[in-house]
């Protein structure tokens, strides 16, 4: 694990830098919704746990149960970069499937 997530090791040293994550993301809370008022209907996500981790951890958690299709990892990686080293993103993600 600490080649995976030591502060020494990610962000070429600088450590984890924590973001606010959804906490229990995943398809069972995500829904599409047309209010009142509003032409086109919208995504929502619901029934958070909101805290600050590493985004690893949501993706880890999401990837679990089954994940989003289309272009979610796309759009997610345009607000919220992978983590240094890029090459062992995906090991540090399914380290948080555990």
């Not at 909101?50 to 979610?72: D, N, R, T």
Request: aromatic share 10%.
């Amino acid at each position: 694990m600490p080649r995976l997530i030591g502060d020494d090791h990610i962000n070429n040293g600088e450590g984890v830098t924590p973001v606010v994550i959804h906490g229990d993301l995943w398809s069972g809370n995500a829904s599409v919704i047309k209010s009142r008022g509003i032409s086109e209907p919208e995504d929502i996500i619901f029934v958070s746990s909101a805290c600050y981790a590493q985004s690893e951890f949501e993706l880890g958690i999401m990837k679990m149960f089954g994940g989003f299709g289309g272009g979610f990892l796309k759009e997610y990686h345009s607000l919220v970069p992978k983590t240094e080293p890029v090459d062992e993103y995906e090991d540090r993600v399914a380290l948080y499937e555990l």
